[in-house]
Each structure stands twice: as C-alpha cells, then as structure tokens.
C-alpha cells in the first residue's frame, strides 16, 4: 500500500489584462462572446437566441456573482450601458449562457451586444461590444424565385447563372443570401464570395434546405456589377450509382436556387437584387460532377468573365422558375466546411512519360490541386486513393467496392481534365471530396510534372480546435493525431463513417466519437444541424433510418438503438460538455418517441434489434447484450432530461421502465455468483460497466474479472466498435487505469498502435490490416480513444451534475510507462488543464480551473477534494 501524501500549492498568477471598454475595475476580460455558439454570427432565424461569454480571469476562486446583458441596435449606446433593445437589468446569477428575451427581433437587422460581469467582490468586468445579425427568419421573406436551367437530372455539365446591375445610389451594406437545392458557388464581380465549401451542407433536401449569408458589401461597386452562380449536384442530383441508391433519393433534381441580395444605401433606402426571369444561364466546364466520385473539367470550355460585368452573354439562354425544394428553408448557422490545411507532396514518383504518383504523405479527406501544361486536349486523370499497389500504382479496391458504375465514364475517386493548350491549367474540383493520400495523375501525352505540381488540401467542417494531447510517450500523440484526422475527415456539415468509400452518416459511428470530437473540437453546431436532419427523417412510429440524411436506404438495415441511439446519446453528451440543454429539449419528443418505440416492440426490456459489435477483432458478443444496453442508456438520458425538465411524469416512467431494462439484462446474462457477462468477453463485461448497468454490490467483481480477461488476452483488444467505446473506460474507471494504458500503448496486433507502426495517420476500419473486406483507412468508429486520452490519462470529465464543466471532475491516472502527460480543453468557462510529471517518487500535477467554475479533485488512494478556479500544483507520492 502507498502511503500517500498530498500537497496543495495554490499558485495565483495575476495577470494583467486590458480591459478594452473603460475602466481600471477588471483583473480579467470577457475573451470569447457568441450568439448561437459562433462569434459574431450574420443570419440569426431564431427569435430567442442564446447568448454566452468566456470570462478569462485566472485570480484564485474567482467566480461571477451577477451579469448584465445589453441588446441594441446602436453599438454606441450598447458601449454607453444602454440596450434599447434589450437589458436584463442586474441578474444575480453564475450562468454564462443567456436566452435572448427582449424585444421582438426584426429580420435582416443587425444587433450589438454585450455582457458586465459582477465577482464575488463586487468588481465589474465589461465586455466588449459584439454583434448578430438576423436573417430572413422567415419564409415570406424571400423575394426572389427559385431558379435553374431546363436540363434534366441526367444532364451531366454544372450550369453558370448571371446577373448584371447597376447599384442606383452609394452602397452602405450590402448582404447576400443563397439558398440551393445542390451545391453552389457564389461569385460577385469576378470574385468567389466568401471560402466556404461544398455549402450549403447535406440535409433532407425535400424537408429542409439551409441558406447561406454573406456580407457582401466590400465586393460590390458603384456602377455596373455581375453576380455569377455555379450549381454542384452534391446529394441533391447524385449521378453516381451505388448500394445505397443515392440516385433514387425522392428530391432527387437539376440543382436549383434562390438568391436575394440586399442592398442598403447611404440614404438609408434598399433594394434587393433577386433571382428571376432576368438572369441567363449557361453550361460551365465542369462537364461532370458527383460529390461521391470525382469532378470532370474541360478547359477549353472556360469563358473568362462570365461573373464579371461586360460579358458578353448574349448567346446564353433564359433561366425556368422552378418549386422550392422544401416549404422549409433556415439559416445554415453552423461552422463551414472549408480548405482547412495545404498539404505539399511529400514525395513523387514518376512512373513513366505520362504516369505520376504522388504521395502526401498522411491520409486525407479533401481535394488535390494540380498544375499542368500541355497540349490542347490532353486528358489528364486523376486517382485518388489510401493505398499502393507493389508496382507504385494506386490502389482503389479497398474503397471502391460498394461503387455500382453503369459504364466507365464515371472512374470512382478520379478526377479528369481537359487540357485547353494555353499556358498552365490549374484545376481543384469545387463539388467534391475525396479519401486519400495518394494521387496517380496519368495523361493522353507526355506532361512534364515536379513534385510541386500537386497540392492536397485537408477538407472539413471547420470547427475550432479547443482539445490537446501531449504524452511522454510518442505513439500516444501519433494515435491522438490519427484520430482527429479522421474525425476531421469525418466531418463534412455531418459526421459520416469514411470520406472515400460512403461519406455516409453512420450513425453508430458517430455517437461512438462524439466525445472524442467534443474534447478537441468546438463541434456543437454540427451536431445540433444533424438531430435536425434526425426530426426530419425520424417516421412518425419513432424509427431512424441507419444513415442520415438518407435518400431512403437505412429504414431496414443496421437501424437498431445500437446505431440510432444518437437521437439521445449526442444530445446528452452535447448538454454536457456545453451545459446547454437547448438541443436536448428540441430533441426530447423525438427520444420518446423513440423510446416508446422499442418499448412496443420489446416488452421485456431486452432487444435484439442491432448490427452488434461490429468488425470485432475475433469475438462477437450476443446482439440481445449490446443491443439492450444502448435501449438503457436511451431510456436513462430520457429519465434524466424528464427530470431535468420537470416532467415528472415522464421521469417516474421512464426511471422504472430504466429499471426494468437493467434487470431484464441482468436477469438473463449476469451470472450472480461469478460476476460474469455472458461468457465473459472483453465487450460483454465492459458494456455494463461503462453504461452503468451492473449492480453496485458486483461492480468490484465484474471489474476484476474484466481485467483478468484483459489480462489472459495478453492486454490485446478484443472488441468490434462498441465493446471499443467501453473497454478503456471500463478499465481506468474501476480502478485498472495501467490496464486501459497498455492496452492504448500497445504496438503490435491488434492494437491503434499496430496501425500506427504500419504507417497510419487515421484510425483504420478493421484492426487487421490484410482484412479484405471492410479495410477503410480513415474510420472514425474506433475513435473513442481520442477521447479516453482526456478522461482515462488527463482524468478530464464533465459531471452531470453541474454540466458544461462549471463543475470538472478531475480524475488523473498517473499510469506506469508515461513520464509526463497533459491534456487541456477549452470548455464554455474557459481552459481547463491537467499536466503531470514525475518527480522521483512523486509526480507533480499542474491543474488549471477557469473563473467561475470549480472541480472535485480525485486522487487515487484519496478522498475527493473540492477545488477552486486559478491554477493550482498538487504533488502526489
Ligand atoms: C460503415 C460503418 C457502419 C457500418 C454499419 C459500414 O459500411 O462503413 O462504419 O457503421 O457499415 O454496418
């Protein structure tokens, strides 16, 4: 037995900050205000949206004792403490996250905000003036029509629309407005307004469609200007063939759109540009696009200046009016998905005259840019894959299995340009994404290419990063950095499976990673706009379909709670790492009705309903065991959101329906005398333990035996995705933390780091990696590790009872093989961070805890301790 010794240093560091507005009152500042969870958002379509601050103050035990919010349309006077609009007057109050409830918001109206913090001693800390911006917020307010050319689904070429005008007087503001059935590109006077991708983001396209806002009053000019809009298909006109019949997704149509431009001049009068019979359409170079295979280019087909004023676009043709794609069209207010990282080849082989291979050397989810010179009419393509064949060629047959092509026109993951002759041609597709790390460009006659010629560039929805890893050992880092790249990679307006081989919204996948993405990225507004895509495709008796959004396909296969338990488990998870429940409550009916789904289905409380542990290493436990359990935890979080609510009613109910859920479970698979799980696997004795299903009196038991089972396995893996959520955590939380290390460091099969000594820089579909089936190499649904670095090493953890870490359970494991470890998030308070080193004997721990929250501090051997905010250095021996 240790004997143990703690010590506590409080080291408060003051620091001097400048308070921005006035005043020598503040020792900190309010760092970060958002408005929907984004900072400074324009196209705000709720009436009541919810504003929040980060106060950034590193005195010992500070905390705010009150706030004042003022809401106005006039920034001077929101500065002068006056919010016309709107002010709380003096609330006595810790929250940093407020609904808006002043007056009624006006559409297209911009607002400034800000916050006054009181601390315990009085003093005030005044934020600096913010802004929103409203949107349309509703559909009436739409002005333009929705428009397109008269080509057919089949039509293969992406369609350029054009508008010229005349501004009449001097531009004060001016925003822009898009909404598109497909994808699209904006450009204003030969520009490419904004940098956003592959917008607007994937959604049920016949029940909701997202438009994009833009502030566009830097890009226009006084006289004549152009706007110029280029249509993608996207998953709204998907040409390419599949298993999962995205071709016969019932909205399926030509792209269409719907633009309104509003100009304010600087007399105070406005006018707005819209989409109608006016503007001309033309065929573009893109003569093929699919966002599931490639794009194809011809460049000879350019015509320079269509978005700029004074082309000639006498010979294009008229526009047709078409129906809305939906009577249901909102704000996208969600992070975009943009060119995120400029990746240079690593290296380049030339294979002969006319083949190149080029290897970015890690695995991607995005695009490459080529550079290349050539005669008129040479055919250069473009593969793009994750892996090379012996003879340097690139290797697709991993990835393009379930691809169902009806002819050769359409090569999976390969782009084709159209050389047009004159001087360098440079060509990124626009309405594609791919999976790869290597790039074979081949062409009809010799081009001459270096290793410069070829750019790849990582693509994502680009949340901020608010997540660090760093371990005394390095393989720990590599796996930490593998698997944000494919979370990363996975993250596309909604979370998917793999970038190459589907981009399909597994949800099984995604509920697997959702913590490890919250931990590390600021990901809410990805995930609220995909439990909205959830309503949207939810069927009134309750059940999800597998993958959402879907064309249809999903609604029979691989839908049981062990997939589709996301309608509860992100909603849940979300309100715990940002302590706001807005999501949970729009989500509540639907978890319900989910709830009350399987109830109906499954009297007994136990469900065979479910795909199981899915791609195991060699075992597969029973479906019934896997399947019940995520029933559990749907049935909880709905026990516990009802009680959250005050629904008392609904909690009674679901709290005993919970309990006879867990003893059917416990019923049928715990042995009671051994402390055993079915026959004892990896998976059936790990799930109970993380989901809170084992009787408190045998949690001690079912732990043991779980590590004995680790232990006859050789600290080997042996577990399919969802025995990979709960082994490491199973562990470290029941006291086998070094167990859950030498499982996570592990090098050899089956093991992360057995992919990572062969060469991976994403977590991989299968942990055999001569598998010759299900061998993607960029799947996140193995990615719970990410986040068990955070909880199991950093010991980092959101407690339920006090959510969005105002209150942190800090829970270390100083683990034997690490000399050092450190792991910090940014949640809604601010920077929390462990760091820990050993000292001789002792290991020394750096903790930060952000003003206005606290943190229970639990050290093996010790009793918790209660912490508060500053920064603190505690040594344990
Ligand atoms: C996907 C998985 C998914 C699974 C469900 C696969 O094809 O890539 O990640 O969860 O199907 O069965």
Redesign the pocket.
């Known amino acids: 037995m240790l004997k143990l010794s703690i010590k506590l240093i409080v080291l408060c560091t003051f620091f001097i900050f400048q308070a921005k507005i006035s005043s020598s009152q503040t020792k900190g500042n309010i760092v970060v205000q958002k408005v929907e969870h984004i900072i400074n958002p324009i196209g705000i379509d709720v009436q009541h949206p919810r504003l929040s601050w980060l106060w950034n103050d590193s005195r010992e035990g500070v905390f705010q004792t009150a706030y004042q919010v003022y809401v106005g349309e006039d920034s001077l006077s929101v500065l002068k403490d006056e919010g016309q609009q709107w002010s709380t007057g003096k609330v006595a109050s810790d929250a940093n996250l407020v609904k808006y409830a002043g007056g009624e918001l006006k559409p297209f109206k911009k607002y400034y905000w800000r916050v006054d913090l009181w601390d315990q001693s009085g003093k005030i800390v005044k934020g600096d003036v913010a802004s929103f911006e409203m949107g349309m917020m509703n559909q009436e307010n739409w002005q333009g029509a929705w428009i397109s050319d008269d080509s057919g689904v089949e039509v293969k070429p992406a369609a350029y629309f054009r508008k010229q005008f005349n501004p009449s007087k001097k531009i004060k503001t001016a925003r822009a407005y898009i909404a598109v059935g497909g994808l699209y590109e904006l450009y204003l006077n030969g520009k490419k307004v904004g940098n956003h991708r592959l917008d607007p983001a994937y959604t049920r396209f016949d029940r909701r469609n997202l438009y994009v806002s833009y502030d566009v009053t830097e890009q226009l000019q006084q006289g004549d200007n152009a706007i110029g809009v280029l249509l993608g298909n996207g998953w709204y006109n998907h040409q390419s063939t599949a298993v999962w019949f995205f071709d016969k997704a019932p909205w399926r149509a030509r792209p269409t759109f719907c633009l309104d431009l509003k100009i304010t001049y600087e007399d105070g009068t406005t006018e707005t540009i819209i989409t109608d019979k006016s503007w001309k359409t033309n065929l573009s170079p893109i003569i093929f696009n699919s966002i599931y295979t490639a794009e194809h280019y011809d460049a000879r087909l350019e015509q320079p200046g269509w978005d700029t004023p004074g082309f000639d676009g006498s010979k294009w043709k008229d526009v047709v009016l078409r129906a809305a794609p939906s009577q249901h069209i909102v704000s996208q207010v969600m992070h975009p998905i943009r060119n995120v990282k400029r990746i240079e080849a690593k290296s380049m082989q030339k294979l002969n005259d006319t083949t190149y291979v080029f290897d970015l050397g890690r695995n991607i989810a995005g695009v490459s840019e080529l550079k290349v010179k050539g005669k008129e009419g040479t055919v250069v393509r473009l593969k793009h894959g994750e892996r090379l064949y012996d003879n340097g060629h690139v290797d697709i047959s991993n990835i393009d299995q379930?691809y169902r092509p009806t002819d050769d026109k359409d090569p999976f993951q390969t782009d084709i340009l159209i050389l047009n002759g004159k001087g360098e041609n440079t060509f990124m597709p626009k309405f594609n994404y791919k999976g790869f790390q290597y790039v074979e460009v081949t062409s009809s006659e010799p081009v001459t290419l270096k290793q410069e010629s070829l750019i790849g560039y990582f693509m994502h929805s680009d949340v901020p990063v608010i997540g660090k890893i760093q371990a005394s050992n390095p393989l720990i880092n590599k796996i930490w950095e593998a698997t944000n790249s494919s979370y990363l990679s996975n993250l596309f307006g909604y979370p998917t499976?793999?970038p190459q081989?589907?981009k399909?919204g597994?949800?099984?996948?995604a509920h697997i990673a959702i913590e490890t993405g919250l931990y590390s990225f600021d990901g809410i507004t990805i995930y609220e706009k995909w439990l909205a895509d959830h309503r949207d495709e939810q069927q009134p008796n309750g059940v999800l379909p597998?993958i959402i959004p879907t064309g249809g396909w999903g609604y029979e296969w691989?839908n049981g709670p062990d997939?589709t338990s996301t309608i509860a488990l992100i909603p849940w998870n979300v309100y715990l790492f940002y302590g706001d429940s807005t999501l949970l409550l729009d989500s509540y009916a639907s978890i319900k009705k989910y709830v009350n789904h399987i109830d109906a289905l499954y009297p007994s409380g136990l469900t065979t309903w479910g795909?199981g542990d899915?791609v195991p290493v060699k075992s597969k436990s029973p479906v019934e065991l896997t399947s019940s359990i995520y029933y559990y935890a749907d049935v909880q979080i709905l026990s516990k959101t009802a009680k959250l609510f005050g629904n008392q009613q609904d909690y009674d109910k679901y709290t005993a329906l919970a309990s006879k859920i867990k003893n059917a479970i416990n019923q049928k698979y715990l042995n009671k005398e051994t402390g055993i799980y079915g026959t004892g696997l990896q998976t059936e004795l790990s799930m109970p333990l993380f989901w809170g299903v084992v009787p408190n009196e045998l949690i001690g038991k079912v732990a043991k035996n779980l590590a004995d089972r680790v232990s006859t396995d050789n600290f080997h893996l042996d577990v399919g995705?969802l025995g990979t959520k709960s082994i490491l955590n199973a562990l470290s939380e029941n006291g086998y933390a070094d167990m859950a290390y030498k499982i996570a460091a592990q090098e050899d099969y089956p093991s992360w780091g057995w992919w990572i000594k062969n060469g991976a820089t994403t977590l991989y579909?299968n942990w055999n990696i001569e598998s010759a089936s299900?061998i993607?190499m960029n799947?996140i649904?193995f990615g719970e590790i990410g986040a068990w670095l955070y909880k199991g090493l950093g010991g980092i953890k959101p407690d339920p009872e006090k959510p969005g870490f105002k209150n942190v359970l800090i829970e270390p494991h100083f683990v034997p093989g690490l000399d050092s470890f450190e792991a910090s998030h940014i949640g809604p308070y601010g920077e929390i961070k462990t760091a820990w080193k050993r000292k001789g004997k002792k290991v020394v721990l750096n903790l930060t805890i952000p003003a206005n929250s606290t943190a229970t501090l639990l050290l093996p051997s010790q009793t918790p301790k209660e912490i508060v905010a500053g920064t603190h250095v505690i040594e344990w021996e």
């Open positions: 379930h499976d793999c081989r589907e399909n597994w949800t099984g996948d597998s691989g997939w795909l899915w995705l579909e299900d993607s799947h649904m």
